[in-house]
């Protein structure tokens, strides 16, 4: 041994319960995971129910698909995807310009199966409509 230096003892690495795995194999982030509806039409003769959402640029078409399945019981056939860039702005105050940008976001068409005749939007509920002609 040389003057001035001890001898290095290597710990052996131990994994503390507090420090995360980096495989967890299946992951479940549906709940969290926003997805805004933009526009619904109901199914017709020749196409079937579709709709459009809005959702986060990290969801791929299978998980928007297994979180209408799954969460809403909804029969998807088809997801087809399209990336959005956000808005970029550019304010002008007194002293100087503030460069800013709204977020990416992605939008959702998902075609449901001919089984599903009625999304939902515009359905007519019962009472709603007598108590408007009632006050006429």
Same mark, same amino acid.
């Given at each position: 041994m040389a003057w001035g230096r001890t001898a290095a003892v290597k710990k052996p690495k131990t994994r503390s319960s507090s420090t995360p795995?980096?495989?967890l194999g299946y992951r479940m982030w549906m709940p969290t995971y926003p997805m805004v509806l933009l *526009?619904? +039409?109901?199914?017709? #003769? +020749?196409? %079937?129910?579709?709709a459009i959402f809005r959702v986060l640029p990290k969801?791929?078409?299978h998980e928007v698909k297994e979180y209408l399945t799954k969460i809403y019981e909804l029969p998807v056939v088809q997801v087809r995807t399209q990336n959005y860039l956000g808005k970029r702005m550019r304010m002008i105050g007194k =002293?100087? #310009? #503030?460069?800013?940008? =709204? %977020?990416?976001?992605?939008?959702?068409? #998902? &075609?449901?199966? *001919? &089984?599903l005749a009625d999304t939902g939007i515009g359905c007519l509920v019962p009472g709603a409509n007598t108590a408007t002609t009632a006050t006429k």
């Open positions: 795995r980096n495989n *526009h619904a +039409e109901d199914a017709t #003769v +020749e196409s %079937p129910a579709l969801m791929t078409k =002293r100087r #310009v #503030v460069y800013a940008k =709204r %977020p990416d976001f992605k939008k959702a068409f #998902v &075609t449901f199966d *001919h &089984t």
